[in-house]
């Protein structure tokens, strides 16, 4: 009975790990090449409170 219970909680584990798209993966990837899409470019009011919060961040 316990070996029953192993198994199904083994192959729902299994099961889990399975993509669910289903979308296929790259296969063949150009190293040192980022192959998602492109950052957006930040304003200068969002760059320059960004750099207003590292220099607190600074020791």
Do not use: N
């Not at 198994?7 to 729902?12: K, L, R, Y």
């Not at 980022?34 to 960004?50: C, F, I």
């Amino acid at each position: 009975m316990m070996r029953g219970w192993v198994i199904v909680v083994g192959c729902a584990v299994l099961l889990a790990g399975c993509q669910e798209d289903g979308a296929p993966r790259p296969i063949h990837i150009e190293k040192g090449v980022y192959q998602g899409t492109p950052d957006t470019p930040r304003s200068e009011d969002e760059l320059r409170a960004l750099q207003q919060r590292t220099a607190t961040q600074r020791f």
